[in-house]
């Protein structure tokens, strides 16, 4: 169903709803003609970390920016929701919308949605292309750990209830004055109206739950997805785009997709938030994988 935008737009995007898996999600769309490419975001983000990216691969590709069930202008999770619900919305978003296989793309706290998706539904997947992105049973977690430098934020989007308790009304705050900073290396890409943005949509009621449900499945799932890994190695070609992470992306697919050449590409100087602060080189890399792809040349 298209829907007139609720926050903000570009042109030549158009923003639809659809019902899917007990839920509603909000998608942008974009392009006529190509195959089509499904851009999946991360923490702290909405559709819109792909607003700079997203014109660069219309004039190729199909392209759909979803809102995660929690996320955006997306309904709400609720209590309990975790990447199992999250995979399972994005097979049924792409059987709405009638479009797959796709190039899926995703990044950061997305990964175990998107790798369960993947994994279990091969023939929806053309490629896979993770940026910025770990995944639980395969190093993820030290991530949670503050005692080996891992981030406090992860345990308070984890706790049940503490994200409602300590960031409602400050969402702004913390998204402008912590989280991007801490992880961006080129400040200006991010800017206030990009913040207010993201902002807008965790200050829903109950709009801290669809993150929440990630990091505490994050904490959780590491046996269950090294498992399906061992299980249903992906038979789509693999894109690994790392940032300020290093090498950590394309070891994270090597492992989990063993004995399969992983494609991997390090940008220099770029922080966690790549899409929105490299999105010509981000776009690039993509769209070269996909054309290799959509010919043939990588199996």
């Not at 995007?13 to 999946?40: C, D, E, F, K, Q």
């Not at 702290?44 to 979803?66: Q, T």
């Not at 091969?122 to 395969?138: Q, V, Y």
Request: hydrophobic content about 45%; overall charge negative; aromatic content about 8%.
């Amino acid at each position: 169903m298209h829907i007139e935008p609720i926050g903000k737009t570009l042109p030549g995007v158009t923003h639809h709803r659809v019902a899917v898996n007990g839920t509603r999600l909000h998608y942008v769309s974009a392009g006529s003609s190509g195959s089509p490419i499904l851009l999946v975001h991360g923490f702290p983000e909405s559709w819109w970390a792909f607003h700079k990216r997203l014109p660069l691969l219309e004039e190729r590709h199909r392209v759909f920016a979803v809102d995660l069930r929690g996320f955006g202008d997306s309904d709400c999770a609720e209590a309990g929701h975790d990447s199992r619900v999250a995979a399972e919305d994005l097979h049924g978003l792409v059987q709405a919308l009638g479009v797959g296989p796709v190039h899926l793309t995703a990044q950061d706290i997305a990964g175990g949605a998107a790798f369960r998706f993947a994994a279990t539904y091969p023939g929806d997947l053309l490629s896979f292309t993770a940026i910025e992105m770990g995944l639980a049973g395969f190093g993820l977690e030290d991530f949670a750990d503050v005692a080996k430098g891992g981030a406090w934020h992860i345990g308070v989007m984890a706790a049940p209830g503490i994200p409602e308790m300590l960031l409602e009304g400050r969402e702004k705050a913390f998204l402008g004055r912590f989280m991007f900073p801490a992880m961006c290396a080129t400040p200006d890409a991010i800017r206030e109206e990009d913040v207010e943005e993201f902002a807008r949509t965790y200050a829903r009621p109950g709009g801290w739950r669809g993150a929440a449900g990630l990091y505490s499945s994050m904490l959780k799932e590491g046996g269950e997805i090294a498992a399906l890994a061992q299980s249903r190695t992906l038979s789509a070609p693999v894109l690994a785009i790392g940032a300020s992470g290093g090498g950590f992306t394309a070891q994270t697919m090597a492992n989990a997709v063993p004995g399969r050449e992983i494609r991997s590409l390090l940008l220099e100087g770029v922080g966690h938030y790549a899409a929105m602060e490299a999105p010509e080189k981000v776009a690039d890399a993509l769209l070269d994988f996909t054309r290799g792809v959509d010919a043939g040349e990588f199996s």
